[in-house]
């Protein structure tokens, strides 16, 4: 049980790049994420904090794997590294491959129809980057 007492974490939309997130957590390749702080301002939510714990939930929304907040930093777009682009599991090799995945992203038709507009992405659009530890992959789960 206790699957209701942490708050959820959705990677992108549910489908193959939700489902390649995922595993990537599950590996171990990705110990880092990214969220446009546009949409946390829509959704009313708020950012994030160090210490805090999800459940990341798969395409079928069961929780896959708990995580722990390690480092959480709002930040321009323009100061993600490059450690930080390969923390993100998705193998970029630099933080320009980076940019454009996340631009493409938060461009995308899904972003857009749930802000109401596209948003403008550049150099001093703030993103939420965290940092996380996996706390324990869910076993009931499976591949």
Do not use: N
Not at 36 to 65: K, N
């Amino acid at each position: 049980m206790g699957h209701d007492d942490l708050p959820t974490l959705e990677l992108a939309f549910p489908g193959p790049e939700r489902d390649r997130g995922v595993a990537a957590i599950l590996s171990g390749q990705k110990t880092a994420l990214t969220g446009l702080l546009e949409i946390y301002e829509h959704a009313s939510e708020a950012v994030p904090v160090t210490g805090q714990r999800f459940w990341v939930l798969d395409s079928e929304g069961r929780p896959a794997v708990t995580i722990e907040l390690v480092d959480v930093r709002v930040v321009p777009m323009k100061e993600i590294d490059d450690d930080f682009a390969r923390a993100e599991g998705r193998g970029y090799s630099d933080v320009a491959e980076w940019r454009a995945a996340h631009e493409e992203f938060f461009r995308s038709d899904g972003v857009s129809e749930y802000l109401g507009h596209t948003p403008v992405i550049d150099d001093d659009t703030l993103v939420v980057a965290e940092r996380f530890r996996v706390v324990e992959p869910d076993g009931s789960a499976g591949p």
